[in-house]
């Protein structure tokens, strides 16, 4: 039957790019054979033949090259533009026109005006003349009109028909960028895919994180709390012990200063016996029936009376100096004191360490000897110890700034 393709018996009289494009469309090799008309067998030995095989790779990998192209827009799939024909309007023919009829109409009514005269005057002649060529002019004007109009017709329709063609592929334009649009977006929402699970994934280790450090934030801030907890009672019991030596200072001020009173007034007492005693001497010496007896007698007693005068104030500065000790303010711990190079331990490390370094070194300290008070030194060694650091940390807080406003 005429249309039908062509049932070849054997594929030795087809060549390979024949074959190609029968089969390139369908995939399994069954339907291939069927499509050709020949057995499996036949279209396999016709496939892996070296030549035909080489040719046949060599089809399908342009093929491929060319779809990929217009996937990426880099070419536009080829497509047979139908041309159209502008179909030529019959010309119409100068009788036929209305203008012409027009002024045939016209000519025929004034020769009916004529007069049937044996004679017909010359001015009417020229005159009938004169109308018709007029008249002929002015047909030769509609013609040249109308012949404009023609052209102007067969411009518009050609530019018709190129705008046509434009449009033919304009539109096959469109369709290969909605094919590509289709794979862009088809790779987009892969691509959509595969983001949002690895944000997910990303999601769940940055929760697993957050919560691993969250809890080591709350084990540090309950050993935290446990440690100012232990803190702030050694510093209750340390507090108590110094208020009870400050308490013993006062009472021991209180109790030199009354003494150093009673020594004042004592000396000042001495001093005025001396004066007096002085003046009864000289008096006692001016008189010459009894110096004698006054020397010998009042003597001793004098000279008793300046040593014991002299004792009292060589004793009273020593007394003096002891009481001082007692109430001067605590040192702070010997082996932290300058040296002899005159350099301070303590306030060196304050100059190298950063503010939260150094807070923690005398924190640290303050609760060593805190928790240690009387296993290691005296209970009053690490007493000290512990004031004189708290000493030294609230003036570094006050000096940085880093203490409130008194209340």
């Known amino acids: 039957m005429a249309g039908r393709p062509k049932k070849y018996t054997k594929l030795a009289e087809m060549s390979a790019i024949e074959v190609y494009n029968v089969i390139k469309d369908i995939k399994t090799a ?145 369709k290969a960028k909605e094919r590509d649009l289709k794979s862009l977006q088809h790779s987009y929402d892969r691509l959509d895919k595969k983001s949002a699970d690895a944000l997910k994934m990303n999601d769940r280790f940055l929760t697993s994180k957050y919560e691993k450090e969250l809890n080591q934030h709350k084990r540090t801030i309950e050993v935290s709390a446990e440690a100012n907890k232990n803190l702030k009672h050694s510093l209750e019991e340390a507090n108590k012990v110094i208020k009870e030596y400050q308490d013993k200072e006062t009472e021991l001020v209180t109790r030199y200063e009354k003494q150093l009173e009673e020594k004042q007034n004592t000396i000042q007492k001495l001093e005025t016996d001396f004066i007096t005693l002085e003046k009864s001497y000289e008096a006692l010496m001016s008189k010459t029936d009894s110096v004698s007896n006054a020397n010998w007698d009042k003597g001793p007693h004098l000279t008793f009376n300046i040593d014991k005068s002299e004792l009292i104030q060589s004793q009273l500065p020593q007394k003096l100096e002891l009481d001082k000790q007692s109430i001067e303010r605590i040192n702070p711990p010997s082996h932290y004191s300058p040296n002899g190079l005159g350099t301070d331990v303590i306030g060196y490390l304050e100059s190298q360490f950063s503010y939260e370094a150094y807070k923690g070194f005398m924190i640290g300290n303050i609760i060593k000897y805190a928790t240690r008070t009387g296993r290691k030194d005296e209970e009053i060694n690490e007493l000290k110890k512990i004031v004189d650091y708290a000493d030294r940390m609230i003036s570094f807080l006050q000096r940085e700034n880093k203490v409130a406003d008194a209340g």
């Open 30 to 174: 069954n339907k291939q054979a069927e499509k050709l008309g020949v057995s499996l067998a036949e279209l396999n030995a016709f496939k892996y033949k070296p030549e035909n095989k080489k040719k046949l790779d060599a089809l399908k990998k342009a093929d491929q090259k060319k779809q990929a192209d217009r996937e990426l827009g880099i070419e536009i799939e080829e497509v047979q533009v139908i041309k159209t024909k502008p179909v030529e309007k019959k010309k119409e023919k100068l009788t036929d026109s209305e203008a012409f009829k027009n002024v045939k109409e016209k000519i025929k009514k004034g020769a009916s005006n004529i007069p049937l005269n044996d004679f017909i005057d010359k001015a009417e002649h020229q005159k009938i003349v004169d109308d018709r060529d007029k008249y002929q002019e002015e047909v030769t004007k509609l013609n040249a009109e109308r012949n404009d109009f023609i052209n102007k017709i067969k411009e518009l329709e050609e530019t018709i028909t190129k705008k046509d063609e434009e449009l033919q592929l304009k539109e096959l334009q469109i």
